[in-house]
Nanobody, 116 residues
Framework: QVQLVESGGGLVQPGGSLRLSCAAS????????MSWYRQAPGKERELVAA????????NYADSVKGRSVISRDNAKNTVYLQMNNLKPEDTAVYYC?????????WGQGTQVTVSS
């Protein structure tokens, strides 16, 4: 059974940092393409960042480029999203997504709120 469990969200002040984690199980993590999405209230879910199977390729939404880093540890079956210089517009539920053997899996999400 595939499971993706996000953690690390919370309330942070503008300019602060957070590191989100997504622990994966139930599939061969090292062969999955992993990504982070977010969904703010009243908005569509959008891609934040994605990372290739070996971590060698990454891509980012323009809105977070230069402020965020996606990484993965295939030995720990975990993907991370380090977010710096957070802004109120980064407030959203952040979801982990895995693409494995042509199937798509989602985590339950973790709330990130940026507010003073």
């Amino acid at each position: 059974q595939v499971q993706l469990v996000e953690s690390g969200g919370g309330l942070v002040q503008p300019g602060g940092s957070l590191r989100l984690s997504c622990a994966a199980s139930g599939f061969t993590f090292s062969t999955a393409i992993m990504s982070w999405y977010r969904q703010a209230p009243g908005k569509e879910r959008e891609l934040v960042a994605a990372i290739g199977r070996d971590g060698g390729s990454t891509n980012y939404a323009d809105s977070v480029k230069g402020r965020s880093v996606i990484s993965r540890d295939n030995a720990k079956n975990t993907v991370y999203l380090q977010m710096n210089n957070l802004k109120p517009e980064d407030t959203a539920v952040y979801y982990c997504k895995a693409i494995w053997r042509a199937a798509v899996y989602w985590g339950q999400g973790t709330q990130v709120t940026v507010s003073s």
